[in-house]
């Protein structure tokens, strides 16, 4: 498997405290711009750095029907192919109208593709977005630039690190 850190030149570090802050910009961003009298009928995860953002906004829109879409991209040689291994009850979300679908971030676009073609209707929400992406999304809240890596705090934990002026 390759790196994709590697052609990465900035680290943008979140810290709990600010996903939660920043899942809440989104969500209040949100709040009453459903197509039906303001309201949104269900929330989609993209699973799995979807889910902590989704519980915040289904939390403050008090959106109680969440569901979850798993997307895996697939390497065939160069090209990685995402493909959904689990999708949302389809009786639930129909066309995706009415429907928040919410991820962590946005760079290439290509979980996005997949995601939009099953629900084309969807309004599709990231906390984060890359240039690539971004015209995928109807909602986000923090742009940064495609050479910058996203460092998630469930990916993280905290290390020793030596003094700058060692013994
Ligand atoms: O716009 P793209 O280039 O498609 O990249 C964005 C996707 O990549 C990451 O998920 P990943 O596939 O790493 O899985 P995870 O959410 O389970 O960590 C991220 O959570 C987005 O879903
Ligand atoms: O943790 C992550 N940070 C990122 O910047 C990124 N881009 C795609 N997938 C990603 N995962
Ligand atoms: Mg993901």
């Known amino acids: 498997m390759t790196d994709q850190r590697l052609p990465h030149e900035k680290g943008f570090h979140v810290s709990w405290d600010q996903l939660?802050?920043?899942a809440r910009a989104l969500a209040w961003r949100l709040d009453g711009q459903g197509p039906e009298n303001g309201e949104w009928k269900a929330v989609v995860a993209i699973t799995r750095g979807g889910m902590a953002p989704a519980m915040i906004v289904a939390r403050e829109l008090d959106i109680r029907t969440v569901d979850t879409i798993s997307v895996k991209s697939y390497n065939h040689q160069a090209q990685?192919?995402?493909?959904?291994?689990k999708s949302p009850d389809m009786d639930l979300v129909g066309d995706g109208t009415g429907v928040l679908i919410?991820?962590?971030l946005v760079d290439t676009g290509r979980t996005l593709d997949v995601v939009i073609k099953a629900m084309p209707k969807a309004h599709i929400a990231t906390v984060y977005a890359k240039p690539m992406g971004r015209d995928r999304v109807n909602s986000y809240v923090t742009e940064v630039s495609q050479d910058t890596w996203i460092f998630f705090p469930w990916d993280m934990a905290l290390q020793y690190v030596e003094p700058y002026r060692g013994t």
């Open 80 to 85: 990685s192919e995402p493909v959904i291994i």
């Open 102 to 104: 919410v991820d962590d």
């Open 20 to 22: 939660h802050r920043d």
